[in-house]
């Protein structure tokens, strides 16, 4: 399975743009890029999925590199309820495929 | 939707008795998922099932787990016999091809 890299833990302010980035420089063709997060004693939550366009959804967006090697999730206007810990994984869409999580990224939103 | 139904909630038991954790997937979801979370070692996964079937149970720690899907609707997780060390919250899981997964809210297991 590819591999990702994250920062262990990010912050940023109420209401600005959290960017938080992810390295998966061993990614195959057919694996997307999924980014999940856990809200404290809550089981992980589905944010948003892409191979190779950018995507958009009422959550998020997905900004992936042309290469793929790198994806960045991005809120928009962070609020006080998006601190958790975000985890991003690559893993192929098909019928049988598997997430396997590291560690994340822990983001703290500030008042 | 009801998501996914996860009970119980939270297990308390002495070490050396028999656990079950119960799911219930999404309706028409043809994957399921068990996943265990301590602070230690993050999230686990411990067995994945695709229509009904055992596709991957890697991840089970040992014999004294094990785990069934009898029908599309309904999985179970059991440890027999348990010790304190599988004190840990419990995830199960479910997806359909091409869809993101949707957690249930977890079973909080104690073993003393």
């Known amino acids: 399975d590819a591999k990702t890299t994250q920062p262990p833990s990010m912050d940023c302010a109420e209401g600005r743009a959290a960017n938080l980035p992810c390295n998966h420089s061993?990614?195959?063709?057919?694996?997307?890029v999924y980014w999940y997060r856990q809200i404290h004693s809550q089981g992980p939550q589905y944010i948003i999925h892409?191979?190779?366009n950018n995507e958009t959804n009422e959550m998020a967006s997905l900004i992936i590199t042309e290469d793929r090697k790198s994806s960045t999730l991005i809120l928009p206007h962070a609020t006080l309820r998006d601190t958790a810990v975000y985890y991003c994984?690559?893993?192929?869409?098909?019928?049988?495929?598997?997430?396997?999580f590291g560690s994340g990224t822990r983001l703290l939103v500030r008042p | 939707d009801a998501g996914v139904i996860q009970s119980p909630r939270h297990e308390v038991t002495e070490m050396g008795q028999e656990v079950t954790l119960r799911c219930k997937p999404i309706?028409?979801?043809?994957?399921l998922f068990w996943y265990r979370q301590t602070m230690m070692r993050g999230l686990e996964l411990l067995i994945y099932?695709?229509?009904?079937?055992?596709?991957?149970d890697s991840g089970m720690p040992e014999d004294r787990f094990s785990a069934k899907m009898p029908n599309a609707s309904f999985s179970t997780l059991k440890i027999q016999p348990s010790e304190p060390r599988d004190s840990a919250v419990y995830f199960c899981?479910?997806?359909?091809?091409?869809?993101?997964?949707?957690f249930g809210s977890g079973t909080r297991l104690t073993v003393v």
């Open positions: 892409g191979l190779k």
């Open positions: 994984i690559v893993s192929p869409t098909d019928s049988s495929y598997k997430l396997i």
């Open positions: 899981a479910s997806s359909f091809p091409g869809r993101g997964y949707t």
């Open positions: 061993t990614i195959s063709g057919n694996e997307y």
């Open positions: 309706s028409g979801h043809n994957s």
């Open positions: 099932f695709n229509n009904n079937v055992p596709i991957d």
